[in-house]
């Protein structure tokens, strides 16, 4: 099937992008740094275990932010986030892999890359200790199925969270023998974010699974409503860069502990 049918014109002009980037020159290898040991780490120490994302712009957000993504990267770790997520989608989000090799180096969590992998060569790009495969785009007639892509990538060693927004999706995830779920609150089709997604996919998820609650948390509210339902982790991007990246991954990550 053509994944761009029924998706925001947005979407689909990242879905596009996706399709013409190549992969590197050489097979990748990585030593990953264990995600779920760190969001353990971070529930021991009190904190909300939170990939924190560096996110230069966004096609759903307005103005950018051109910091130097190590500097970002090092205060949102130093305000309490478990992990990192890092653009390296250049056309719509500003992001490259070399921001991203630049981070990892620099910080000693583990790092996720956000971008719109649809085939096996494009994991060879740049080492990272997680890649984001997203379950819609991996229905596209151009890309590789999802299990493809979950076994390649843990043949690199990479840890791979696998992106979801409905049930039918969860379950193909769980088919294909995900062990980290992503469950995006943002509808993909019309771009709306609604945290009752999560809510109602996430019951459908087995104990063992790490899930993750993606998009639409801003607030300690928010924070608190997500782990309420079950998630065990959360991604923030946005809330995070509108800002003081520290103090606002501090105020989130100590959600929990504030009254």
């Known amino acids: 099937m053509d994944a761009s049918e029924d998706i925001a014109p947005a979407v689909a002009s990242i879905l596009a992008a996706a399709r013409e980037r190549g992969g590197g020159d050489e097979r990748v290898s990585v030593d990953a740094r264990s995600l779920p040991d760190a969001f353990a780490a971070a529930e021991a120490d009190g904190r909300v275990p939170m990939i924190v994302e560096v996110k230069p712009t966004s096609p759903t957000t307005e103005g950018e932010r ?47 890359r956000k971008d719109f992998l649809l085939r096996e060569a494009q994991l060879d790009t740049v080492e990272a200790d997680v890649v984001l495969l997203i379950a819609r785009f991996l229905q596209d007639e151009d ?66 699974v790490t899930l993750l609650a993606e998009s639409g948390i801003s607030t300690v509210g928010d924070v608190r409503r997500m782990r309420d339902a079950g998630a065990d982790g959360l991604l923030v991007g946005s809330a995070i860069m509108d800002g003081d990246v ?3 991954t501090a105020r989130l990550t100590n959600a929990e502990g504030n009254s």
């Open 246 to 248: 520290r103090a606002n």
């Open 66 to 112: 051109d910091d130097d993504p190590v500097a970002l990267a090092e205060e949102m770790v130093a305000g309490g986030a478990a992990a990192l997520s890092v653009l390296t989608e250049p056309e719509h989000f500003g992001g490259s892999p070399e921001a991203l090799a630049r981070i990892r180096a620099a910080v000693d969590v583990p790092v996720l």
């Open 143 to 208: 890309a590789d199925d999802l299990s493809t892509m979950l076994a390649a990538a843990r043949e690199r060693g990479f840890q791979v969270l696998v992106e979801v927004h409905d049930g039918a999706e969860l379950q193909q995830a769980l088919d294909a023998g995900a062990a980290i779920v992503g469950v995006n609150n943002r509808d993909l089709a019309q771009l709306d974010v609604d945290l009752g997604t999560f809510e109602s996919v996430a019951p459908g998820a087995p104990a063992d």
